[in-house]
Every structure is written in C-alpha cells, then in structure tokens.
C-alpha cells in the first residue's frame, strides 16, 4: 500500500520510538560506537531520515548536526521540532539537534577544518528483506521518498575524510560491510555499528 506524504507524522513527543528505555546510559550499543565515554560528543548525522537516531545521540548528550537531503521529509523534522512543549526533557534534547536541509555528500566537503566534527554517524537504507512484515507506516512512506541509498558507500568514504575521531556505520547483522577497513563491530541482535577509526588517516 502506497502512503501519501500527508501521513508522515513525525512527533518527538509522543511517538514511543523516540523514547525508548535507555538503560545501559553511556554502554547503550549505540553510545560505545560513537564513543561518549571517550568524550567524543560533537557528531554529524549524515542520514537523519526520522530523526531516531539524532534524537538518541542527543538524549545520550551529544550535540548532533542532523543532515537530510530531501525537502519533505526536513520540513516535518522542523515542524515537530517546533511543536510547542511543556515537557522540559523534550526541549533540553532537542536544542542539541540542527537540522540541516542539504546533501550530505556537499555538505561534509563544504566544512573548513574548524568545522569537521568527531564523529560521523551513517544509517543507510537497508535493503530489503524479503518474506518479513512491512515495517510501520512512517518508515514505509520514508522508504517511498527516498528510495535506495545508491552513494551510500561513496558516503562512508568521504566521511572517512572528514571526521577527526570516527565513523560509525549502522548495518544489518549479517550484512557485508559496506566498505573496506572496519576496525570493529559493535554487535546487537538485529544491528550492528560498524567503526571506522580516521584520527591517523
């Protein structure tokens, strides 16, 4: 079933998968990659698609430059960010967030030395599975816009370039990595982070 974009509802609020329990604080798979007891904290989210990740690296406190190309899906990003809000938790997460409305690819080669961050966080689109249930409605109309991250590789690469520290890479399990030179993964049930270290490159 094809969605219209008017069903997009993206609400940091109240959507129950953007506050999903945090548990393990700074041991949460995610906070190991990029490396928050490192100190590392300064990170680039070059595919924001819905924000989820962005908003998890925020709430693990880092302050996260959010980078999506398509026009639509950076509008509704804006327009929840701007919902009004009583709840103070709410606002201390999201005045770590900048969305940025450009490519990715332009907008890491655009950045002067003072600019590149410490960490580089890509999520390409994962390919599809087959013989599994459709994923919930805002993910399938993202999927729609989108489509397949075919310079996802060339992504990885530049960003390599880029960020001081790293480059963390979120993948399925047993996927392959999408490019050469992992120095490790960070291994859950379904995901994984691949980590590209780029301080000697």
């Known amino acids: 079933m094809d969605y ?41 989210d070059a595919t924001t698609g819905l924000g989820q990740d962005a908003f998890m690296m925020a709430r693990l406190g880092c302050t996260v430059r959010a980078v999506e190309r398509v026009d639509v899906i950076y509008k509704k990003l804006e327009q929840a960010r701007l919902q009004p809000t009583e709840n103070e938790k709410l606002k201390e997460i999201l005045s770590r967030i900048q969305f940025i409305h450009q490519d990715s690819l332009q907008y890491l080669e655009s950045l002067s030395e003072s600019e590149r961050p410490e960490v580089i966080y890509i999520d390409p689109m994962f390919p599809e599975k087959k013989k599994t249930a459709l994923p919930r409605k805002e993910m399938q109309i993202f999927q729609q816009l989108v489509g397949k991250d075919e310079d996802a590789a060339d992504l990885v690469m530049t960003a390599r370039k880029v960020a001081k520290e790293r480059v963390v890479v979120k993948r399925p ?14 291994l859950g049930t379904s995901v994984r982070y691949d980590l590209y270290i780029t301080r000697s490159l």
């Open 4 to 44: 219209a974009v008017e069903d997009l509802i993206i609400d940091f609020e109240n959507d129950k998968n953007y506050w999903r329990p945090l548990k393990k604080g700074k041991n949460e798979l995610i906070a190991r990659a990029i490396g928050i007891s490192k100190g590392f904290r300064d990170v680039v």
């Open 173 to 186: 399990l047993k996927a392959p990595d999408l490019v050469p030179g992992v120095s490790h993964h960070f």
